[in-house]
């Protein structure tokens, strides 16, 4: 029996972000440190089995109403569903014809839930490569992303953009360029560039294991705020306007520069929506010890850069000493000493 393995990792908008989904510009890594894992193999049915995200027996009703605002009423059962969908119907539409034999599929996943790490669309990349590869399938790696957030936002009406989905199919360290899309076997396609990872300097992910909620409570209420004041989309393109800056301190080795960059973003950030307090203090907790700091993604976890390990380890002890539940940890990112 063949047995198809693929995974995909937690992501970072290192800059950038949120305007991936405003015709903007933005910077994200992967790491190594969380992943979702999904297995496929030929079987006699077409068969999706259920995780542990996906249980049926609670302790109590508070359990039960906690569970489905983090993982819905499907949890990932749903995401692997709708992927296989629109995987079968993009090669319908590209007269790709595919074999007839069923696969069972599972999938388990140790990316923290509702904490802006990209956990879901790990999940359906992961399903996706595997039904690629099960199927003898190949689609243009540009596509690919495009086809995720379609999973997500079409098929199941979550609203988000197109980053998470480009770094997670790209890996490593990758600038993203969403100024000019073009269409590509049907989807809109952005510019894509994967970047070394070695003029990084040192960079640490701070989340909050107990401050879970989903990133669509985050964007929709944002493009609805969009639609109404013009004023917003000024800011989105200021925001977008880091992404070069950062780039070239990148390329220069400019730490302290980068780093300036990095908090602008997330003061800019806050102007486009609320902030809750305990993020803005975790932000401000970060700040105090010397660190950069802006959110990873659509709150719950932050990213920044540091200079020393001396530094790191102050931030470790800041950070517990705020909030016994957040945790502090240093990516791996692909392609990174």
Known sequence: MKLIRHEGYARAGLIGNPTDGYG??????????????????????????????????????????EDVNLNGYYGGVRLVKATIKRFAEYCRAQEIALSDQPFSVRYETAIPRGVGLSGSSAIIVATLHCLMEFYGVAIPQIVQPSLVRAVE????????????????????????????????????????????????????????????????SVHGPLRTRMAERADLQETM???????????????????????????????????????????????????????????????????????????????????????????????QIPGSR
Not at 39 to 61: A, C, G, H, T
Not at 167 to 192: H, K, N, P, R, T
Request: contains cysteine.
């Open 237 to 331: 393109e200021q925001i977008a306007a880091l992404v070069p800056e950062a780039r070239e301190a990148l390329s220069e080795g400019d730490h302290p520069r980068l780093h300036a960059l990095i908090d602008r973003n997330f003061d800019l950030r806050a102007g486009l929506y609320d902030i809750r307090e305990d993020h803005r203090k975790m932000i401000e907790t970060a700040r105090e010890v010397g660190v950069s700091a802006k959110f990873a993604g659509s709150g719950g976890a932050i990213v920044g850069t540091y200079d020393t390990p001396q530094r790191f380890e102050a931030l470790v002890t800041a950070m517990s000493r705020a909030c016994p539940a957040w945790r502090v940890i240093r990516p």
């Open 153 to 216: 936002n079409e098929e199941l009406g979550i609203a988000c953009g197109y980053q998470d989905r480009v770094v997670q199919v790209y890996q490593g360290l990758v600038a993203m360029d969403f100024s000019s899309m073009e269409s590509i076997e049907g989807y809109e396609c952005g510019l894509y560039e994967s970047l070394t990872a070695d003029g990084l300097p040192p960079v640490y992910v701070c989340y909050d294991t107990e401050g879970a909620k989903t990133s669509a």
């Open 24 to 65: 903007g510009k933005t910077i994200s890594f992967t790491m190594t440190n969380f992943k979702a894992t999904v297995v496929m193999y030929p079987w006699e049915q077409l068969e999706i089995l259920w995780s542990q995200e996906d249980k049926n027996r609670f302790d109590s009703l508070d359990d039960l109403v």
